[in-house]
């Protein structure tokens, strides 16, 4: 299994800056991405920001150029700096652990919301 730990979140004023943090640890497959997804109320869970265990990153096209997602490959440890907030970007943000397989397996930190509004 894999346990993800989360920090940051919060409310920010639109244009305002947010940085989340990830931290992976447990039985950790050496294929794998991990990134942040986000979830608004009943709507499917949608991708944020990946970095893969090969450097390839992948982003959502709404965050690209206001969002940076950077991995610390060592430590399994990902951050997500989200700069340009807009009230669009307000959701439940999720950490996720995938890993390709066989056997296919995702793990899901317990999220923490993002709130942008003036």
């Known amino acids: 299994q894999v346990q993800l730990a989360e920090s940051g979140g919060g409310l920010v004023q639109p244009g305002g800056s947010l940085r989340l943090s990830c931290a992976a640890s447990?039985?950790?497959?050496?294929?794998?991405?991990l990134g942040w997804y986000r979830q608004v109320l009943e709507k499917q869970r949608e991708l944020v920001a990946y970095?893969?265990?090969?450097?390839?990153?992948m982003y959502a096209d709404s965050v690209k150029g206001r969002f940076t997602i950077s991995r610390d490959h060592a430590k399994n440890t990902v951050v997500l700096q989200m700069n340009s907030l807009e009230p669009e970007d307000t959701a439940a943000y999720y950490c996720?652990?995938?890993?390709?397989?066989?056997?296919?397996?995702?793990?899901w930190g317990q999220g923490t919301q993002v709130t942008v509004s003036s």
């Open positions: 970095v893969t265990s090969g450097g390839n990153t």
């Open positions: 996720g652990w995938h890993e390709p397989g066989p056997p296919e397996y995702t793990s």
């Open positions: 447990g039985s950790l497959g050496s294929i794998n991405s």
